[in-house]
């Protein structure tokens, strides 16, 4: 009998709070980490709705684009 067989060594995920902008449409349950959005007060990219901050515990990513604020 095999130990472990189907087990990887996983990396602890590491997560932090983050900032990010939730669409204000009941419909709509779109979001948008504050590093990756598009302007100062973001509009929704799925329904162009208005967004609002909020603070998620979510998976650390980096954003290296030069349109980043961080």
């Given at each position: 009998?095999?130990?472990?067989?189907?087990?990887?060594?996983m990396?602890?995920?590491?997560?932090?709070?983050?900032?990010?902008?939730?669409?204000?449409?009941?419909?709509?349950?779109?979001?948008?980490?504050?590093?990756?959005k598009?302007?100062?007060?973001?509009?929704?990219?799925?329904?162009?709705?208005?967004?609002?901050?909020?603070?998620?515990?979510?998976?650390?990513?980096?954003?290296?684009?030069?349109?980043?604020?961080?």
């Open positions: 009998m095999a130990k472990g067989f189907g087990r990887r060594n990396e602890e995920v590491k997560t932090e709070e983050v900032k990010i902008w939730e669409c204000t449409s009941e419909t709509c349950n779109c979001w948008v980490r504050d590093n990756f598009s302007s100062e007060k973001p509009l929704c990219p799925i329904c162009n709705n208005d967004m609002k901050e909020n603070i998620k515990e979510l998976q650390v990513v980096n954003n290296s684009s030069i349109f980043s604020t961080k």
